[in-house]
T-cell receptor, first 111, second 117 residues
Framework: NAGVTQTPKFQVLKTGQSMTLQCAQD?????MSWYRQDPGMGLRLIHY???????DQGEVPNGYNVSRSTTEDFPLRLLSAAPSQTSVYFC??????????FGPGTRLLVL | AQKVTQAQTEISVVEKEDVTLDCVYE???????LFWYKQPPSGELVFLIR??????QNEISGRYSWNFQKSTSSFNFTITASQVVDSAVYFC??????????????FGQGTELSVKP
């Protein structure tokens, strides 16, 4: 049982490049979320999904897209990376009555 | 509005000392959940405890204990006889209804605990 997995672990991008951060869970959880962690600000919600085909915006959605075609996968897309998107990104999953469990994180540096 | 405040940015103790990490929260909901997560230097987020708003019983798990007081909107975390392995950033978090942005977690800014040998 792998839990929540994220790839890549670390990525360097140039301003304007695009990329997809991958997230997968093998616990059949309905709810999945993406958070970003910035120094001194804790974690903030970017996007979330309550099931396959259903996504919605969190607190800081600008510059990010998501889709949820399967229960297992919830990729996060950066369409045109900006230095302000330098951060650590965490994916999380849960069922309605359970605690959110987080993946190991992806460290992104945008130059 | 929802808010979690961890007033202590950094705490430094010597091994075997007891240490308490403070957490104060704000919410207008009567049903909510409170959490503590640990983030060691390796970077992952480790779940420690979840408390719902109807259960004010204190909890003890080994060297860890939690004191939940609704009257003061606080959910403090105490480590007894601290160890070097306890060195990490600790986050307190709040979530309300699952229908509020999927039960999103509102995090405090974190408290960095350093335990010196």
């Amino acid at each position: 049982n792998a839990g929540v997995t994220q790839t890549p672990k670390f990525q360097v991008l140039k301003t304007g490049q695009s990329m997809t951060l991958q997230c997968a869970q093998d616990m059949n959880h309905e709810y999945m979320s993406w958070y970003r962690q910035d120094p001194g600000m804790g974690l903030r919600l970017i996007h979330y999904s309550v099931g396959a085909g259903i996504t919605d915006q969190g607190e800081v959605p600008n510059g990010y897209n998501v889709s949820r075609s399967t229960t297992e996968d919830f990729p996060l897309r950066l369409l045109s990376a900006a230095p302000s998107q330098t951060s650590v990104y965490f994916c999380a999953s849960r069922t309605p009555k359970e605690t959110q469990y987080f993946g190991p994180g992806t460290r992104l540096l945008v130059l | 509005a929802q808010k979690v405040t961890q007033a202590q940015t950094e705490i430094s103790v010597v091994e075997k000392e007891d240490v308490t990490l403070d957490c104060v929260y704000e919410t207008r909901d009567t049903t909510y959940y409170l959490f503590w997560y640990k983030q060691p230097p390796s970077g992952e987020l480790v779940f420690l405890i979840r408390r719902n708003s109807f259960d004010e019983q204190n909890e003890i798990s080994g060297r860890y204990s939690w004191n939940f007081q609704k009257s003061t909107s606080s959910f403090n975390f105490t480590i007894t006889a601290s160890q070097v392995v306890d060195s990490a950033v600790y986050f307190c978090a709040l979530s309300e209804s699952i229908y509020n942005q999927g039960g999103k977690l509102i995090f405090g800014q974190g408290t960095e605990l350093s335990v010196k040998p």
